[in-house]
């Protein structure tokens, strides 16, 4: 890695490294992340499609795009991503999530370009790609305006980013953090910091000054009846998700 670590917050890093093993157990620290995924992986796609003119009927539609997962975790959106046809590279500044990725896309037949490094550190490289995927990460780094400049830099003209974070009101602390993490214990208490959270409004203005045109945001809302996540227009009070698009 480079010295280009501007973002990276240590204490958030250490949280994801002692949780790296768990990954892709279904019932583990991640379930949450589990059950949500259908329902990320449902957004990113149809805005990727609807973006490069990409028809999800047809086999590998992605085939041709490179795509990049910053804090790629241990590969939950890596590996439907190659399914797809991209090209993918998964980015993650916790050490030990890296192995634990690898060892699954091998399991299963994937090839995927896992990194130990920063968004800040690929744009100083000068990598490029079509697609940014930046999920449940702006609410962990030190520095959301220079992270988010950083990801700008790595989409080629007319690329695509998608971002996923928790927005910052009394509900989504009630939630994601008293409900999440101390009555549920789906998370380890202190996973999120309720001060890091971002208001929609603000995720659009760091988006709009580091460069990118947003262009769509939406709320994915967990149903305790049904035990799922859907995609909502209009309910944004916890999770949400927004695209933006760089000027060509």
């Not at 590996?79 to 030990?96: C, K, N, Q, S, Y």
């Not at 370009?113 to 690929?122: C, L, N, S, V």
């Not at 962990?140 to 400049?149: C, G, K, S």
């Not at 080629?156 to 009101?169: F, H, M, V």
Request: charged fraction near 20%; proline fraction near 6%; charge should be negative.
């Amino acid at each position: 890695m480079t010295n280009a670590q501007t973002t990276v917050d240590p204490a958030e890093i250490a949280k994801f490294e002692a949780m790296a093993a768990e990954w892709w157990d279904v019932n583990g620290k991640f379930k949450p992340l589990h059950m949500l995924n259908p329902c990320r992986l449902d957004y990113i796609t149809r805005q990727i499609a609807a973006e490069f003119g990409r028809d999800l009927a047809k086999d590998a539609p992605f085939e041709g795009l490179r795509i990049l997962d910053i804090g790629c975790g241990g590969g939950l959106l890596c590996e439907p991503m190659a399914r797809l046809g991209a090209t993918i590279v998964g980015a993650d500044a916790a050490e030990r999530n890296i192995p634990v990725a690898k060892v699954h896309a091998e399991q299963s037949g994937l090839d995927i370009d896992y990194r130990f490094t920063t968004a800040e550190a690929m744009a100083e490289a000068g990598e490029q790609f079509d697609v940014v995927l930046n999920m449940e990460v702006v609410e962990h780094v030190a520095d959301p305006l220079a992270y988010l400049t950083a990801c700008q830099q790595l989409l080629k003209p007319g690329g695509l980013q998608i971002c996923s974070t928790l927005n910052r009101n009394p509900k989504s602390y009630l939630m994601a953090i008293i409900g999440a993490e101390h009555i549920m214990r789906w998370l380890p208490k202190g996973t999120h910091e309720w001060s890091k959270f971002i208001t929609p409004d603000e995720l659009f203005e760091l988006l709009t000054t580091s460069g990118m045109t947003p262009v769509d945001r939406k709320g994915f809302v967990f149903n305790p009846i049904s035990w799922s996540w859907s995609i909502s227009e209009k309910d944004l009070s916890v999770n949400y998700v927004t695209a933006s698009t760089k000027p060509t």
